[in-house]
Each structure stands twice: as structure tokens, then as C-alpha cells.
């Protein structure tokens, strides 16, 4: 089993940034990818970015050039840098976290993020 353990997100005014963290704990060495997806009202679940342990990232086309992720294995932690934010970026973010096989996927309990004025 892994436990994912989310930061809080939070109000940010449209075109600020926000950083939200998520740490693994548990069987981590089955850990090969970890990512953000997110989850707005009336709308399905979406991936937003994703990094494997040997570090190549996947992003949605909505926040490329605005988000980054990154992973600190060190630490068992992912990152994701959102910059530039816009009021549709508002959603629950939630941190995944699956196997090679994907036979085996993990979630965190999802923080909010509203970007209004």
C-alpha cells in the first residue's frame, strides 16, 4: 500500500502561483509514476501532469508552460508549480501515484484550489 499526503492548496487571485506538494509513504519502491490530476464541478477527473522515476513528464495541453512538475525521489515527493493561473484552472487536485503495470493506483484525499478575485 502507498499513502499519498497532499498539501493544502488554497485562494489565488488569476495570474498567481501556487505550489502544492505530495509525499509518498508506504511501498514506494513500486512506485513508477506519480502525477496531478483534477476534478471541477460537473466535470470528469483530468490529468494535468505527470513524471516517472527516471523523470519525463507529461503534460495536459491546457497548463503547458504554466505548470511544472517535478519529483524529489530523495524525499518521495512530487511537485507541481502552477504559475499564470486562470479562474478554469479551479478544480480538486488530486495526487496519483501507480505501478510500471498501472495494475496498482494510488490517491491522495484532493485539495482545493480556487483562483478568483
Known amino acids: 500500500q502507498v499513502q499519498l499526503v497532499e498539501s493544502r492548496g488554497g485562494l489565488v487571485q488569476p495570474g498567481g502561483s501556487l505550489r502544492l506538494s505530495c509525499a509518498a509513504s508506504?511501498?514506494?519502491?513500486?512506485?513508477?509514476?506519480m502525477g496531478w490530476y483534477r476534478q471541477a464541478p460537473g466535470k470528469e477527473r483530468e490529468l494535468v501532469a505527470a513524471?516517472?522515476?527516471?523523470?519525463?513528464?507529461n503534460y495536459a495541453d491546457s497548463v503547458k508552460g504554466r505548470f511544472t512538475i517535478s519529483r524529489a525521489n530523495a524525499k518521495n515527493t512530487v511537485y507541481l508549480q502552477m504559475n499564470g493561473l486562470k479562474p478554469e484552472d479551479t478544480a480538486v487536485y488530486y495526487c496519483?501515484?501507480?505501478?510500471?503495470?498501472?495494475?496498482?493506483?494510488?490517491w491522495g484525499q484532493g485539495t482545493q484550489v480556487t483562483v478568483s478575485s
Open positions: 513524471i516517472t522515476s527516471g523523470g519525463s513528464t
Open positions: 508506504g511501498s514506494i519502491a513500486s512506485i513508477y509514476v
Open positions: 496519483n501515484a501507480a505501478n510500471l503495470a498501472g495494475s496498482h493506483n494510488y
